[in-house]
């Protein structure tokens, strides 16, 4: 069976098995604890060996297929899937690493519309973890040296936006090559990593270049995280806009005896607020002290995509966010 779906639906799958581990039975506990402590040692064995087996993470794999992983992969609705791709937007590495521990290959591949997502991919055995893979044999790719935007060229690329011809002049550059507007970067000449989009890329008052994705990838890898928006363009320092995952969160406060009513209700709580102070110090550990997360504030609905919140991919819109909570925003630097 091959599974694509984009970084949202992983994460949510993520999110469910390490949250309704706690439901279980003290038994199945431990066994799952046992089970997920091999998967992170599987994980980085393979990972470090482009995605392939080694001898320590094979017999991992023996052990823990029949105790705990053939289980876990059927409650999640996976246990025949051979190979699976995220694509459409970045995920956490943390996340891929995970599926890879406990037998679902997981690659990053990239494309667009406009390129009929022909563009790179990870290749079983030569996958890197953090990159999109490499690009398809035969194909035109290359890196802008000045802008560090990707740009491809091939027969599969479109023609055109129907009856846009200055949005599609814009789109190309004067030799042919469609603009992406991705940022990306090589990783050992081989493979590629995208560092964001090129309107994405806050610009602090201080002048470093931050790339928002990264450090909003991080935060989503807490189960208790369900949307996260960096900010920080012309600002002094980085803030962000929080929204959590209603059904995790809603099952830890049960757990702690917190009562509430509605999902603003839950997200205003002090002990809530302090859960996710506690994300968002570990994910600051991961960065430098400049792109440091030193304020945030939690959205006070779920983000949906008929509101115009989100994508069709259930990435965020920025631009709408922004008008829509920016009184949140200003807040933060008042």
């Not at 604890?33 to 599987?42: F, N, P, Q, R």
């Not at 794999?61 to 059927?74: D, Q, T």
């Not at 909570?325 to 008042?334: A, I, K, P, R």
């Amino acid at each position: 069976t091959l599974f694509f779906a984009v970084p949202r639906i992983w994460e949510k799958i993520h999110a469910s098995v390490m949250i309704k581990g706690g439901d279980v039975t003290p038994f199945k506990r431990v066994w799952l604890g046992l089970g997920l402590k091999m998967a992170a040692v599987i994980g980085r064995e393979k990972v470090s060996n482009g995605g392939k087996h080694t001898p320590k993470s094979w017999l991992l794999n023996l052990v823990g297929y029949p105790l705990v992983f053939r289980a876990l992969k059927e409650r999640i609705g996976l246990r025949r899937c051979w190979h699976a791709g995220s694509g459409a937007a970045p995920i956490a590495p943390e996340v891929l690493e995970f599926f890879i521990g406990i037998g679902i290959p997981v690659y990053e591949l990239y494309g667009m519309t406009e390129n009929s997502a022909v563009a790179t991919v990870n290749y079983p055995g030569r996958m890197k973890l953090g990159t999109v893979g490499e690009p398809y044999p035969d194909i035109g790719f290359r890196i802008d040296e000045e802008t560090g935007e990707i740009q491809t060229k091939h027969p599969a690329v479109f023609a055109g936006y129907w009856n846009k011809p200055e949005q599609t002049a814009e789109t190309f550059t004067d030799d042919g090559w469609l603009k992406t507007g991705d940022v990306g970067e090589w990783v050992d000449g081989t493979h590629v990593r995208i560092v964001d989009r090129i309107k994405h890329i806050i610009i602090t008052s201080g002048g470093k270049n931050i790339s928002p994705s990264e450090i909003e990838n991080s935060l989503k890898t807490s189960p208790y995280v369900k949307e996260a928006m960096v900010i920080g363009d012309g600002r002094k320092f980085l803030a962000a806009l929080i929204g959590i995952e209603m059904d995790t969160v809603g099952d830890w406060a049960l757990r702690q005896n917190i009562p509430y009513t509605t999902y603003r209700d839950l997200s205003e709580k002090p002990e809530v607020l302090d859960l996710i102070q506690k994300v968002i110090n570990e994910t600051n550990e991961k960065f430098a002290r400049v792109e440091s997360i030193r304020k945030f504030k939690m959205i006070p609905k779920e983000l949906d995509h008929e509101d115009g919140e989100l994508t069709a991919t259930q990435k965020i819109k920025r631009s709408a966010m922004e008008d829509m909570f920016g009184d949140l925003v200003e807040s933060m630097y008042s």
